[in-house]
């Protein structure tokens, strides 16, 4: 039997507006140079203003065109003013990665009430903002595309990351639930749930004595992390095809699989990496 293979549009993403947040470095960063090659005209946004401008200065001779913005996602009026002000430029919104994200690791009791505000405020109410600015006029438009930043702890999960794992949770169930009304409007969601990806994610905060690096890639048995710049393609073949989830890389999906056919021993297996985690770090 002959398969069909489903072709790119070299051209699928000329002229597109998007915006990306979180894209000061890492994955955000990583997107805004692969929708710039693309094609797209795109606002690469972070708190961080001079990282996001940093990014959109090497980009500056792409295919598509860059500006860099200061935007804090956890401030729903100032996501809402951007998203206008995209759009009264010109005249659309076509794509929104809402990625801007942060972790916390660690025993559970050691994380402050501030430090779970923190995490909520940035993973769920930072995506909330982007989604509630741009989807009605993605669906005054008929069409457009969202694309949440979530994680494999979106799909399964593991203690020393509960917050984490918390948030991540909550953005697959957002991006499912959406995808599924934005449908008849010609609106496209999809969430993307990496494993371990070599981004400053990888290095951050913690309680305890928490090292997040021996953590995510000791959990996938890896010496080394995804590469932001595979992701980011594979990122803009996902929305191409108009896929709910994109997990990557292959060992994530067995995972996945794996834990959703096994309930029961997944869990024992968490369990036991998280004895183990703990006898490593310390904790």
């Known amino acids: 039997m002959t398969r069909l293979v489903r072709r790119r549009d070299p051209d699928r993403f000329v002229g597109r507006t998007a915006i990306v947040t979180g894209a000061g470095s890492g994955i955000g960063a990583a997107l805004t140079t692969a929708l710039v090659g693309a094609g797209a005209d795109v606002v690469c946004t972070d ?11 090497t980009l500056a001779d792409g295919r ?6 200061t935007l804090d996602v956890t401030d729903g009026d100032a996501v809402r003013a951007l998203v206008e002000d995209v ?29 779970w505000d923190a995490i909520v405020d940035v993973n769920i109410r930072g995506v909330v903002h982007g989604v509630t600015a741009a989807y009605p006029h993605m669906i005054r ?12 702890a979106g799909l399964t999960a593991a203690g020393l990351m509960t917050s984490y794992v918390m948030t991540k949770h909550a953005v697959v169930g957002l991006s499912l639930a959406l995808r599924s009304e934005a449908a008849a409007h010609g609106v496209g969601v999809t969430a993307l749930c990496p494993a371990a990806v070599e981004t400053p994610l990888l290095d951050g905060e913690g309680v305890g004595g928490f090292d997040g690096r021996t953590f ?34 292959a060992q994530a999906r067995a995972a996945w699989r794996f834990s959703r056919a096994a309930p029961t021993v997944m869990q024992r297996m968490t369990a036991r990496f998280v004895a183990q985690q703990r006898r490593r770090q310390s904790l």
């Open 64 to 69: 598509g065109t860059v500006r860099a913005a």
């Open 216 to 249: 995510y890639l000791s959990g996938q048995g890896v010496r080394t992390a995804y590469g932001a710049d595979r992701l980011a393609t594979e990122a803009l073949v996902a929305v191409e095809r108009d896929k709910a989830l994109l997990v990557v890389p």
């Open 141 to 152: 438009q008929g069409s457009g595309h969202i694309v949440n930043t979530a994680s494999m």
């Open 47 to 57: 708190r961080d203003g001079a990282a996001a401008e940093r990014v959109a200065s």
């Open 87 to 115: 759009v009264d430029d010109s005249g659309r919104i076509d794509l929104m990665f809402n990625n801007a994200g942060m972790a916390l690791g660690g025993n559970t009791e050691l994380l402050t009430p501030e430090q």
